[in-house]
């Protein structure tokens, strides 16, 4: 895998752009659930999800802003970039299967503080809109070259009867 390197407050400029990807399974919603504590059915029953207006199961929304957050510290600014805040609208459901891609655009440029605000966009597949928002972004000031961190491998078993 290759480098990540940042881009700095100073070498952003208004208008630059980023792309980031990634296809959503059913192992990151049930690990999402896992880490938030959120077990709302709509998430995790395909029975009662069938109920639904949606007609079946649908990923944790803030799904979508963790995928913002990973195309921020991978792409523009990248590395040591505080992300500080982040405006959202679902506009469409996720689905395990899904390919989403976080479409980003810096908006605006404040010295004070280093702050960036990102437009950002995500498409599934399809081409459609699922999510829409504005990220504060603490842009780095120095430059940085690093590799990605190696993650584990996670492996799911049964729970335990309570």
Not at 18 to 35: G, H, N, P
Not at 65 to 83: D, W
Not at 101 to 121: S, W
Not at 143 to 157: D, G, I, N, Y
Request: hydrophobic share 40%.
């Amino acid at each position: 895998m290759s480098n990540l390197e940042n881009t700095t407050f100073d070498e952003l400029e208004v208008g630059m752009t980023a792309q980031y990807q990634k296809r959503v399974s059913e192992e990151d919603i049930t690990l999402f659930a896992i880490l938030s504590g959120d077990t709302n059915p709509l998430h995790l029953d395909p029975e009662y999800a069938k109920t639904t207006q949606f007609g079946g199961c649908i990923a944790h929304g803030a799904l979508c802003a963790i995928l913002v957050s990973a195309a921020v510290a991978t792409t523009i600014p990248g590395p040591g970039s505080v992300y500080a805040g982040q405006e959202m609208r679902f506009k469409k459901p996720v689905r395990a299967g899904d390919l989403l891609t976080a479409h980003l655009e810096i908006k605006e440029k404040k010295r004070r503080g280093n702050i960036v605000l990102i437009d950002n966009k995500i498409t599934n597949q399809n081409g459609e809109t699922v999510f829409v928002g504005v990220s504060t972004v603490v842009a780095p000031t120095e430059k940085l070259v690093t590799k990605p961190a190696h993650l584990p491998e996670v492996e799911f078993r049964e729970a335990l009867p309570a």
